[in-house]
C-alpha cells in the first residue's frame, strides 16, 4: 500500500522549459528482494539465495529540478537536463533479522531502521545536448551520474567493485540518427565513451557500439 503525493512547478518559455518537482511516499508492507548466504551441508560451500523481504513501513521524499532549451548559442542546439535527490528511509521491519558474520556472530549497527531502501539512489543527475543541423541529422551527447545504492536492508553492503556491489559511476553516451525517410531511421552510438568500469550486482557493459534501425509502419 502507497500514498504518495506530489507537487510541480512548469515554466515554459519560447523554446525550453524548466520543471521543478516536490514529491513523498509513504509505503506499507513493501517486498524488497534480499540475498541471503548458506552453507551446503554436503559439500560445505557457501549458497546464495534470493528471498522476499516484508517491509512494514518505508518513507521517500525528495525533489527533481528538470529542464530544456533549444537554440543555445547557435540555432538547433537543444541543451536538457535533470537532478534529482531522493531520502528513502526505512521507518519500521520488526521482523529484520541482523546481518551475522562468519562465525554466526551478529554484525555490529546491523539494523534496518533508519536506513536507506536499497537500490534507490540518493543523488541522481544527466545533462546532455542535442544538434539537429538539419532534419535528417540529429547528434546527441548525453552524462549520466548516479550515487550509490545498496542492496542490503541495513546498508552493510560497502565494498565497491565486487559482485552484489551497487557502485557510483559517471557515464557519457553518444547517439547519431539519421532520418531515412518519414518511418524510417537509422541510429549509430557508443554507451560508456570512457569505459567507466562500476557494478550493479554485476560488472556493468564497458564500452559499446549500438547500431540499430527502425521503421514505422
Known amino acids: 500500500e502507497a500514498l504518495a503525493t506530489e507537487l510541480a512547478i512548469e515554466r515554459k518559455f519560447v523554446d525550453g522549459k524548466v520543471r521543478l518537482s516536490l ?17 551446503d551441508l554436503v559439500t560445505n560451500q557457501p549458497i546464495t539465495t534470493s528471498i522476499a523481504a516484508n517491509i512494514d513501513k518505508t518513507r521517500s521524499r525528495g525533489a527533481e529540478l528538470a529542464w530544456q532549451k533549444d537554440n543555445v548559442l ?9 537532478i534529482t535527490y531522493v531520502d528513502a528511509r526505512i521507518v519500521s521491519d520488526p521482523t529484520f533479522v541482523p546481518t551475522k558474520d562468519a562465525n554466526g556472530k551478529e554484525i555490529p549497527g546491523s539494523t534496518a531502521i ?50 552484489q556491489a551497487f557502485d557510483p559511476f559517471v557515464v557519457v553516451d553518444a547517439r ?15 554507451d560508456n565513451i570512457f569505459n567507466e568500469k562500476y557494478h550493479l550486482f554485476h560488472p556493468f557493459p564497458q564500452r559499446t557500439f549500438v547500431l540499430s534501425g527502425k521503421v514505422a509502419f
Do not use: C, M
Open 74 to 82: 547557435v540555432a538547433h542546439l537543444e541543451l536538457f537536463g535533470s
Open 176 to 190: 547519431v540518427q539519421y532520418k531515412v525517410s518519414q518511418n524510417g531511421t537509422l541510429n549509430f552510438g557508443v
Open 23 to 39: 514529491f513523498e511516499e509513504h509505503t506499507r508492507d513493501a517486498i524488497i528482494s534480499q540475498n541471503t548466504t548458506t552453507t
Open 114 to 163: 533508519g536506513r536507506r531502501v536499497p537500490n534507490v539512489p540518493e543523488w541522481r543527475t544527466t545533462l546532455g545536448a542535442t544538434y539537429r543541423p538539419t532534419d535528417q541529422w540529429a547528434f546527441t551527447v548525453a552524462g549520466r551520474w548516479q550515487s550509490k545504492t545498496f542492496s542490503t536492508l541495513d546498508n552493510i553492503d560497502t565494498n565497491p567493485n565486487v559482485y
